[in-house]
C-alpha cells in the first residue's frame, strides 16, 4: 500500500480540513436525564462524539475502607466502548482510560460541595459511544450536566474544550485527524463563573505566546458551551414544570350581588337537573305504585283466605 496523502490541516487563509474556522467550535448538542434508573444523566453530541454518562449517588460507599470521613468521594469510571473507534479497542480498561477517569474525578471535584456527603459516594460513568478527539473535554462538559440533572448541590458546572496547534495556528477544538496530525494539543476544564481552571493537560509543542494565545481562546470558547449547557438544563425543568403545574386561577372574593346570583344558578341548576331526570323519576315512581299493587293483593288474599278458614275456638266452641 501506498502512504497516505497527508491532511492539509489548514490553509493559508485560516481553513481547516472541514471547513472551520481557527476558533469555531464543533456543533454541541445535549440531552439530560435520558436514563430512567440513573440519578442524573446526559448525553452530549459534540462533533462526531457521543457521550454517554450516568450519575449515581451520593450513596453508601464499597467498599467502606474508601470513605473519607468529611467528605464524599467522587469516582469517575471513562470508558470507550469496543465499537467507539473505526478499528475495535479492546473492552479491558487501559492505561489511557485509566488516566482520564482519575483526572475527569479531579476535575469535578472543585464544583461539588462534596463536604454534604461524608462518607458517600458520587459515581460517574461515562462511556464513549462514538469518539473523534476531544472525548475527554467533552465527558466532563457531560458530567457536569449529568451531576446537575442528579440534584447534587454544585457551586457551577464545568466545562471542558482543547485547544491545539496545526503547523504554528492555534485552534480551538481539535478532531480526531487534527490531535493526531497537530503539533499541540492543549485540554482544559474550567468553572465558568469563577474561571477558575479545574484541569489542565499539555501535549506536544506550543510557545510562550501560542499558549497564552490558546488559553484565552479556550476561555471564550468555554463561555459559549456554558450557554449551550445552562440551556440544556433549563431546557429539562422547563418540560417538567409545565407538565407538573397546571394554571391555577385564583377566584375573587364573591360580593353580595355574586353570591344572590350563584344562588339563582344553583336554583336554574336544580331545575335543569330535574328536567333531564323525569324519566328517572317516572320509572320510580312506577316500581313504587307496582310494589303498593302487589302488597295490597297480598293482604286480600290473606284476608279471603282468613274468612275460608275460620278460627279453630270458635269451631271447638260450636261443638
Ligand atoms: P481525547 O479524546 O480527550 O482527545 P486523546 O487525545 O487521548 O483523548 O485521544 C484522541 C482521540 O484518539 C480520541 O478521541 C479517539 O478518537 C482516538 N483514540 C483514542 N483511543 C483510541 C484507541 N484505542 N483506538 C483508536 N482511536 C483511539
Same mark, same amino acid.
Given at each position: 500500500m501506498t502512504n497516505k496523502e497527508k491532511t492539509v !490541516?489548514?490553509? &493559508?487563509? =485560516?481553513? +481547516? $480540513?472541514? =471547513? +472551520? &474556522? &481557527? #476558533?469555531d467550535l464543533r456543533e454541541i448538542r445535549f440531552e439530560v436525564g435520558i436514563l430512567d434508573r440513573a440519578d442524573g444523566s446526559a448525553i452530549i453530541y459534540w462533533g462526531k462524539n457521543k457521550i454517554l454518562v450516568a450519575v449515581y449517588g451520593p450513596r453508601e460507599l $464499597? @467498599? &467502606? $475502607?474508601?470513605?473519607?470521613p468529611d467528605r464524599a468521594l467522587i469516582r469517575c469510571e471513562y470508558r470507550m466502548a469496543t *465499537?467507539? %473507534? #473505526?478499528e475495535r479497542k479492546s473492552p479491558a480498561p487501559k492505561r489511557r482510560e485509566k488516566e482520564i477517569s482519575k483526572i475527569l474525578a479531579e476535575a469535578i471535584e472543585p464544583a %461539588? *460541595?462534596?463536604? !454534604?456527603? @461524608?462518607?458517600s459516594v458520587i459515581d460517574v460513568f461515562i462511556e464513549v459511544l462514538q469518539a473523534d478527539g476531544g472525548s475527554r473535554c467533552a465527558s466532563i462538559t457531560a458530567a457536569a450536566l449529568a451531576l446537575a440533572d442528579a440534584g447534587i448541590p454544585m457551586k457551577d458546572l464545568v466545562v471542558g474544550c482543547a485547544a491545539g496547534n496545526l503547523n504554528g495556528e492555534v485552534v480551538i477544538d481539535l478532531d480526531d485527524v487534527e490531535d493526531k496530525e497537530g503539533q499541540g494539543d492543549l485540554p482544559i476544564a474550567v468553572l @465558568?463563573?469563577? =474561571?477558575? %481552571?479545574?484541569l489542565l493537560q499539555s501535549d506536544g509543542v506550543f510557545n510562550p505566546e501560542q499558549y497564552k494565545e490558546a488559553l484565552d481562546l479556550l476561555m471564550d470558547a468555554c463561555q459559549t458551551i456554558y450557554k449551550l449547557q445552562r440551556e440544556a438544563i433549563t431546557n429539562k425543568y422547563a418540560k417538567i414544570t409545565e407538565e407538573i403545574i397546571e394554571p391555577v386561577e385564583v377566584e375573587p372574593e364573591p360580593t353580595e350581588a355574586k353570591v344572590e346570583k350563584k344562588k339563582g344558578e344553583k336554583t336554574e341548576e336544580k331545575k335543569e337537573t330535574e328536567e333531564k331526570t323525569p324519566k328517572k323519576k317516572a320509572s320510580a315512581k312506577k316500581a313504587k305504585s307496582e310494589q303498593s299493587e302487589e302488597s295490597e293483593k297480598k293482604k286480600k288474599t290473606s284476608k279471603k283466605k282468613e274468612k275460608k278458614t275460620p278460627p279453630k275456638k270458635d269451631e271447638e266452641a260450636k261443638e
Open positions: !490541516l489548514i490553509t &493559508k487563509n =485560516g481553513i +481547516r $480540513h472541514d =471547513g +472551520r &474556522k &481557527k #476558533t $464499597h @467498599p &467502606k $475502607h474508601m470513605a473519607l *465499537f467507539s %473507534v #473505526t %461539588v *460541595f462534596d463536604y !454534604l456527603y @461524608p462518607r @465558568p463563573l469563577s =474561571g477558575e %481552571v479545574v
